[in-house]
């Protein structure tokens, strides 16, 4: 009896104490990056320190290492997000603006506060990553490609102002998702199971060849690093159209963001960075300067 119980403790045990040495090892790995991100902009010339990076240091010297490291997050607390469950689709969903946004198959309620309390932090008004403004949107009858969907947030955002729009997603356990948030709108959602890229294989697709002379308004990405192959991609439809609106990531290798904003500008586009920066520390290879531009929005 004695023997069976232990069987079933001890593994637990252990388990248990792993999983807190890896938290300790991440949160050790953490506060380091954090002396480190700290010390670096303390050092940097007062003729090259700017408003927007003293920002930055004065919340980290007050609060631990951020990805958006801006007192507005805190704001935001998972516990706070509310969660529903679709028992027929067997999905959990949240409340976006009064529409359902559904996420994956098998994610229970704690793993869809943190995300979606992810997404609206990601998204408020004063962080590095919204990808509208007040002055640079979607607009009524607009024609949307939404690079690197995921759940499709930003999409459902803009959803009711569209005349049609694209759905870019490579991951197929988002699509069942998708498919359950955009069916109110199935008339106009198109959802493309593939990657933007500069080339045309069986998992990758250019825009150039899969809009032809098709007209887009806007087009917005978040995909991990490919924006620079969108662009060249999209070499005819960025070179040709106009009027166009672009909001690409630029924060998941370090020179994205000159890279984009050259290519662009080559293209004829006005561009500017949003406000402040993100600490990507998901990044292994994050050094010095360690702050990273978010966003690029540009426009012709």
């Known amino acids: 009896m004695i023997k069976d119980v232990l069987k079933k403790i001890v593994p637990d045990f252990i388990l248990l104490q792993w ?30 320190m700017n408003g927007e990076k003293q ?31 679709d028992a027929e689709k067997e999905m959990c969903y949240v409340l976006q603006d009064g529409k359902r946004l559904y996420f994956k198959k098998g994610w ?31 607009c009524e009858g607009d024609v949307v490609v939404d690079a690197g969907v995921a759940e499709g947030n930003f999409a459902l955002s803009v959803i009711e102002k569209v005349e049609k729009i694209y759905l870019f997603e490579v991951d197929k356990a988002w699509i069942t998702a998708l498919e359950a948030t955009f069916a109110p709108w199935k008339e106009k959602v198109v959802i493309v199971n593939k990657y933007v890229s500069d080339n045309d294989e069986e998992n990758c697709i250019t825009l150039d060849t899969f809009f032809g002379n098709e007209n887009i308004d806007f087009i917005k990405a978040d995909i991990e690093g490919a924006e620079p192959l969108l662009v060249v991609g999209a070499t005819t439809i960025l070179s040709a159209q106009t009027p166009l609106k672009v909001a690409l990531c630029t924060y998941h290798t370090q020179n994205d963001a000159e890279t984009l904003r050259k290519m662009l500008s080559e293209k004829g586009f006005c561009a ?8 990507f520390v998901y990044d292994k290879y994050l050094a010095p300067p360690y702050l990273r531009r978010a966003l690029i929005r540009a426009a012709k």
């Open 55 to 85: 920002a930055v240091l004065d919340y980290l010297k007050c609060h631990p290492l951020s990805v958006f490291p801006y007192s507005y997050t805190e704001k935001y607390k998972p516990e706070d997000v509310i969660v529903y469950l």
């Open 272 to 279: 500017e960075f949003s406000k402040g920066y993100m600490l």
């Open 19 to 48: 999983r807190k040495y890896s938290e300790n090892k991440e949160r050790r790995k953490l506060n380091k990056l954090g002396r480190a991100v700290i010390n670096y902009l303390d050092n940097i010339p007062s003729q090259d």
């Open 108 to 138: 229970n309620e704690k793993k869809v506060q943190a995300y979606y309390n992810g997404l609206l932090i990601e998204q408020d008004a004063a962080s590095p990553h919204r990808y509208e403004t007040g002055d640079f949107h979607v």
